[in-house]
């Protein structure tokens, strides 16, 4: 999972990435765009860690891109977004300070994104069109035909402004689209980069609607304050009545809204968390976890961590009868914890 930092240029999207990530943002990468992981946090890993005692504790890690920044005036942009198409998930970085609207910010780069979805779309029907003049054999002739009525469906939904989402495509229909990555397929989420001494961050939630997901924060300043250290960051936060936002915060709703959990494989070895898609099965995480355990699955113990903490061992978990043994088409549980059991 890919999630990708888009924007205009000087929307505060590096700062973001270094906040997040703690890697330098990279000024000769502003053209191609810069990678770098960043740990997500749960405080479970840390309570487990006190429970097994492990010799070794790992966080999953999770890609950011800092994605080229879009130019206002469009000039550049193609291949600039290119780039933010491999992205899997997208966070719109919009700027809320210097009298700058975010809301419009984040109307106007959102338009970008799905007129460059159209001209990828109409250039494609353009080449369907031409391939239907040519005498095709049946079958072929009705995979292009279904090829053009999936792209007129799409295309149909983002003339009128109103994207025809992923979730309402079929299987073969998605399968026609899969080499687009269409913008507008996406998930994505929204965040404000404020003013340094804005105090009421929650004043933008709501900015646009129930189904985007919008967040706030002062980056340059968050990014400023995790460079200190505690001491030095607390005194300037006090000094100048700042409202700290939680970088945890940020990232852990990048993984919902990406669709994204975690689940738990836990021992004296090591304690360590693994990021699964929502819906994924136990012989996803087994195969998430190494490709053997997939392939040679028998079944998945899967206690949950909450009980584990709550009752202060495994063995206690499963003395009250809380542990089962689940086969390979299992839906795993943000929180499961999980032992595979496979053969060689």
Not at 9 to 29: H, I, M, N, R, Y
Not at 125 to 148: C, D, G, H, N, T
């Amino acid at each position: 999972m890919k999630i990708g930092l888009a924007g205009y240029q000087g929307s505060g999207k590096s700062s973001l990435f270094q906040w997040l990530t703690g890697v330098e943002a990279d000024p000769s990468k502003s053209h191609t765009g810069q990678s770098a992981m960043a740990a997500i946090p749960d405080a479970r890993l840390d309570a487990l860690a006190e429970i097994y005692h492990p010799k070794k504790l790992t966080h999953a890690l999770i890609e950011v891109t800092d994605t080229p920044g879009l130019s206002r005036d469009q000039e550049g942009n193609a291949q600039k977004l290119a780039s933010i198409r491999e992205a899997d998930s997208l966070v719109l970085v919009v700027a809320g300070y210097g009298g700058a609207d975010p809301k419009t910010e984040y109307q106007n780069f959102y338009e970008d994104l799905l007129f460059a979805d159209m001209d990828l779309v109409q250039r494609r029907i353009a080449r369907v069109k031409e391939s239907q003049k040519r005498p095709l054999p049946k079958e072929e002739k009705e995979r292009v035909q279904f090829e053009m009525d999936t792209l007129m469906k799409i295309n149909d939904g983002l003339e009128a402004g109103t994207p025809v989402p992923a979730s309402a495509l079929d299987a073969d229909e998605l399968h026609v689209l899969a080499s687009f990555r269409l913008f507008t397929h996406k998930s994505c989420m929204v965040l404000v980069n404020t003013a340094d001494d804005e105090q009421d961050y929650e004043r933008f939630n709501g900015m646009l609607g129930d189904k985007i997901q919008v967040l706030a924060a002062p980056v340059s300043l968050m990014r400023e304050l995790a460079s200190m250290s505690a001491e030095e960051g607390q005194m300037l936060v006090e000094e100048m009545g700042l409202k700290v936002v939680n970088r945890d915060e940020i990232i852990t709703t990048m993984m919902d809204v990406s669709g994204q959990m975690v689940f738990f494989t836990a021992g004296e070895d090591e304690v360590r968390t693994w990021i699964l898609r929502k819906g994924g099965t136990a012989l996803d995480a087994a195969g998430s976890i190494h490709t053997d355990l997939a392939r040679g699955f028998i079944r998945a113990e899967v206690v949950s961590v909450e009980d584990i903490i709550r009752l202060g061992s495994e063995s206690a978990v499963k003395a009250a009868g809380l542990a089962h043994s689940e086969m390979k088409n299992y839906l795993i549980q943000d929180g499961d914890c999980l032992h595979i059991k496979f053969s060689v």
